[in-house]
């Protein structure tokens, strides 16, 4: 599966911003789907995973209560609805399939994506 994700961009804090992450290849809808970010001099980190039917959601507790993640399988997309952004949100993001269950760890992850820049100024 190929991933392509877009909506980056620059925002204020306490702005919002919508990621989506297009996917090819008929399987997508088996799949389950994540986003992960990267700020610079940091380890890629985790920020939350969507089972494929939907069913189990996982979020860092970072972006617990600020940040959406949901799927059409109809349109082959994950997206990622970040509310309240602030400063520290600042990263590269990426979305990530993997095929067993939803990615809560980079190793767990067998495709990614190519990444999207989110910056949040003060």
């Known amino acids: 599966v190929q991933l392509q994700a877009s909506g980056g961009g620059l925002v204020q804090a306490g702005g919002s911003l919508r990621l989506s992450c297009a996917a090819s290849?008929?399987?997508?809808?088996?799949?389950?789907m994540g986003w992960f970010r990267q700020a610079p001099g940091k380890e890629r980190e985790f920020v939350a995973s969507?089972?494929?039917?939907?069913?189990?959601?996982y979020y860092a507790d970072s972006v617990k209560g600020r940040f959406t993640i949901s799927r059409g399988n109809a349109k082959n997309t994950v997206y990622l609805q970040m509310n309240s952004l602030k400063p520290e949100d600042t990263a590269v993001y990426y979305c990530a399939a993997d095929r067993m269950r939803p990615p809560t760890a980079a190793t767990m992850v067998d495709y990614w994506g190519q990444g999207t820049l989110v910056t949040v100024s003060s």
């Open positions: 969507i089972s494929w039917s939907g069913a189990s959601i």
């Open positions: 290849g008929r399987t997508f809808s088996s799949y389950d």
